[in-house]
């Protein structure tokens, strides 16, 4: 089965710090994956996401993840986080099945202090 | 073009009682689903479909059921209201069925259910 695991539960940086979150997922096939932002009080919203080709993906924001097949993992960057990105932030990947479900990681919350 | 759609945003519920959550999308999306998310948990699938007429369960379908009905509209319907059932709620829908296209979920806001 797959799964999605996120490292970091709760992540406290100053701004204009580098970020880092870090998602492993486990499953053997294709898979696409995805970062989701959540603001507080809002719905989730897609940050990016990867099918193929470069394994460096660029989303909105400034935010980009790295895909490593090797270490089953898309890690999420951003060089300098503003307080304005502070939110909760989900992994998720989606398997080959033609069911089109996401399987999510456990979140990681950002609070970014000004 | 409203997107999705859920009502409502908030309800409290005795234990024991039943509600359905209601979801609509006005965007011909084929698939849908329900997730809920609770603490530090991220978000768990409930249910989904992938056409009218078509449901299946996901990770956590115990105490809940679905219908699908049209393509627009997606209730879960909770028949004995548990306090483990307090959580938010979040419908969503998507387009495709490859997984190679570019297909994002849309969310709605939500319903925050408490059950008490």
């Known amino acids: 089965a797959q799964s999605v695991s996120q490292h970091n539960h709760h992540v406290i940086l100053s701004e204009a710090a580098s970020l880092e979150l870090g998602c492993n997922y486990s499953y053997g096939g294709t898979v696409n994956l995805f970062w989701y932002v959540q603001y507080p009080g809002q719905h989730l919203q897609l940050l990016l996401k990867?099918?193929?080709?470069?394994?460096l993906v660029k989303g909105i924001k400034g935010f980009e993840a790295e895909f490593i097949k090797s270490k089953f993992s898309f890690n999420l960057r951003k060089p300098s986080v503003q307080w304005s990105d502070t939110a909760e932030y989900f992994c998720?990947?989606?398997?080959?099945?033609?069911?089109?479900?996401?399987?999510f990681g456990q979140g990681t919350t950002l609070q970014v202090k000004p | 073009n409203a997107g999705v759609t859920q009502t409502p945003k908030f309800r409290i519920l005795k234990i024991g009682q039943s509600m359905t959550l209601q979801c609509t999308q006005d965007?011909?999306?084929?698939?849908m689903y329900w997730y809920r998310q609770d603490p530090g948990m991220g978000l768990k699938l409930i249910y989904y479909?992938?056409?009218?007429?078509?449901?299946d369960k996901g990770e956590v379908p115990n105490g809940y059921n679905v219908s699908r009905s049209t393509t627009e509209d997606f209730p879960l319907r909770l028949e004995l209201a548990a306090p483990s059932q307090t959580s938010v709620y979040f419908c969503a829908s998507s387009p495709y069925i490859d997984s190679s296209y570019n297909s994002p979920l849309h969310f709605g806001n939500g319903t925050r259910l408490t059950v008490t």
């Open positions: 479909s992938v056409g009218a007429g078509i449901t």
């Open positions: 990867y099918f193929s080709g470069d394994p």
């Open positions: 998720a990947v989606k398997g080959s099945s033609n069911t089109g479900k996401l399987i």
């Open positions: 965007m011909n999306h084929n698939y």
